[in-house]
């Protein structure tokens, strides 16, 4: 006579819930959000659904915690790439050079899981993913505005929609080198809508005359 042995409802034991959203961010990554199921979702992860429910709470708040991660170490730096420092033009090149690469790093996980996302069929994960976008959208816009506000908008306008057609273009299997050349064509086209800068230099400091120079 067997005797069965009940399965519990809780997480199993070693359950790394780190772990568990960066396998589920390569899912997203790799077949968009509308292609995961949350039983795709719970084969991956090694649970059940009680299980996955009561860790995320919905495939929709996991995709939230996802998209945090992936601003923090997947999505195109903007915070290093935007430099006070350097010609507007160049950082905007810089920007949509990385993303090129980045879009096309992975072959099993093309694009940009945000601008993907924007696209999504369900309306919070959809509406979560915007947010990541308009944040982006605003940063570019407001660096642009720091030096050419009259310009801000159509460039910031123009970079974001540029970086989505990557992304998209991505998807559909361009190559890397397809890529580079769209995005350095674009940035060809900053540089001819932006005024010429001169590169950013110090403020001068006023020089200790020798003793030999002095008047008194």
């Not at 996955?52 to 998209?67: Q, T, V």
């Not at 992304?167 to 350095?184: E, I, K, P, W």
Request: overall charge positive; some cysteine; glycine content about 6%.
């Amino acid at each position: 006579m067997t005797k069965e042995i009940s399965r519990g409802r809780g997480r199993p034991r070693g359950f790394d819930a780190d772990e568990a959203v960066a396998t589920a961010q390569r899912l997203f990554h790799a077949r968009g959000y509308d292609a995961v199921s949350v039983a795709d979702l719970t084969q991956a992860l090694g649970i059940n659904p009680p299980s996955f429910y009561a860790a995320f709470g919905s495939k929709a708040a996991l995709y939230e915690r996802i998209l945090d991660r992936y601003a923090q170490d997947g999505a195109v730096p903007l915070e290093r790439l935007l430099r006070t420092d350097r010609p507007v033009a160049e950082c905007l090149a810089r920007v949509l050079e990385e993303a090129a690469l980045a879009y096309a790093a992975d072959a099993g996980a093309t694009g940009c899981l945000v601008l993907e996302g924007t696209r999504c069929n369900d309306e919070q994960a959809r509406a979560a993913a915007g947010t990541f976008h308009v944040a982006a959208q605003r940063q570019i816009r407001n660096f642009i505005a720091q030096r050419h506000p009259q310009d801000a908008d159509r460039l910031a306008d123009f970079v974001s929609t540029t970086m989505a057609g990557l992304s998209a273009s991505a998807r559909h299997g361009q190559s890397l080198d397809r890529l580079l050349a769209t995005a350095r064509l674009a940035g060809l086209a900053c540089a001819q809508a932006i005024p010429a800068e001169k590169p950013r230099s110090r403020p001068a400091t006023s020089r200790i005359k020798p003793r030999s120079e002095r008047s008194d």
